[in-house]
């Protein structure tokens, strides 16, 4: 039987903290306080530093494989850490199935589509926008593994350490293995939420200015059972001129069944043979730093997705036999802090369509405010600019406040509007790809990635390309 603060403190922090306790149960004032624990102080620990990398990349979402590619690719030694079961984020468990402004980039962007197409031949969709989550989890652990990237799954960075020049380190890992130290000349924060940044404690925004709302979260699902044909009027991808808005016309039909989804423009793309992909989900308000709030918005969502297509197979054909294949892993997260850089792209460059000399990719998506307000909407929020195409500058990948530290995806240095244009997929991947040859060209040569001319990281990516 535990003592009285074993046990209290068992109850509090759960089995492994109890075992971690001698020392520290037998203070005698403690163990007479009977007032419920309000913190445990962690005894101090050795961490083992596992690994002296050239380039440590954190999260392996479609910004961090690419770095990681990139990056090994450069000659660097690159570690890819990575707190799912399989490579890809939003795009695999997230179940995406779609990738948005990935039309005009060069480098491995193209290269991945057109792999995605061959291999779900002969039955891929029509749009080139759509591929299989399966065969993309496989091909992005086989294009790292091709380039050397050592890879480790089911680790989360949760600390971070820097040197007495306030360079960053180490990222510090919790999994199965338990705490790990991983050492880099450079690292590359992909995480899209932006942890290890915070953890390092550069500054970052999040939100709206003022209120602080954030887009809702998202939860998308596999569908199958339909008939492309039959259902053609209702998804995004088959419909033809003729049918009118398949948003609007699925909005109406789950209305008609009884239903009314918290997304007032519900969405069903076709990904291929029998295969579909719906989106019909908003969490409101949801932080995306709160693992206690995000638990809450899956459970709801899970909940909604399941009634949504139990109500439409309620109406009988064309959706008798529709169900869902599978929910994700992970709820889809729109927004998450966005690191101060040395350049912040902003609405006014959406505006004015601005060009940068370090332009890593030139952005062609719209400004796309998934409302945070559902008072206000419970679709697409009106947008105050029209986006022209704009350039991210390199600058807005290095942190500000950290020398050796680079951003890619969704927590580049971005505000709020010009966040909700540049987070797609299809800049995502330039953004890393850039982001890894820095960080190699920076690593090879003992340098900051902010003292390596953008010329010569475009040279090595250009090379890289048509090597
Ligand atoms: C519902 C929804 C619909 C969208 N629709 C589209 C669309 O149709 N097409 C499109 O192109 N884009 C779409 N987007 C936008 C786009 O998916 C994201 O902006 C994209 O995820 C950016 O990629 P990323 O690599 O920065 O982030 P993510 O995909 O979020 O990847 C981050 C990775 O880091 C990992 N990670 C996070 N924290 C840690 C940590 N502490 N330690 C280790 N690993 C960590 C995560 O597990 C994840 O694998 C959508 C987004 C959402 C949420």
Known sequence: MPSKLDRRTFLKTGAAAAVALPSYASAPA?????TPMKAYREPARDVPVVEHADVVVCGGGPAGVAAAVAAARSGAKTRLLETNGCLGGIWTAGLLSWILDAGNKTGLMPKLLAELRRR???TQSPSPSAYDVEQMKLLLEEWCAAAGVNLQLHTRVVSAARDESK??????????SGRQAWSAKV????TGDGDLAALAGCGFD???RGAGLVQPMSMIVLLTGLDPKAVAPFVRNLVTSKDGNPKKRLFDELNKAGVCPSYAQPTLFYIRDDLFCFMANHEYNVSAMDAAQITQATLRARVEVHKLVDALRGLGDPWQRVRIVVTPEHIGVREG????GRYCVTEQDLATGAEQPDA???VRFPVDVHSPDPHKTKGIAKARVRAKPYDIPYRALQAKDAPNLLMAGRCISGDFIAHSSYRV????VPMGEAAGTAAALAARSNRSPVDVPWEDIRRAMDAADHG
């Open 30 to 34: 403690a163990a007479k306080d009977d």
């Open 120 to 122: 779900a031949a002969p």
């Open 167 to 176: 360079a960053l380190s180490l990222a510090i890992t919790e999994s199965k």
């Open 187 to 190: 690292f590359v924060d992909a």
């Open 206 to 208: 999040y939100g709206q």
């Open 337 to 340: 802090r966005r690191i101060h």
């Open 360 to 362: 890593v990719c030139k």
């Open 425 to 428: 997929t299809g800049n995502a």
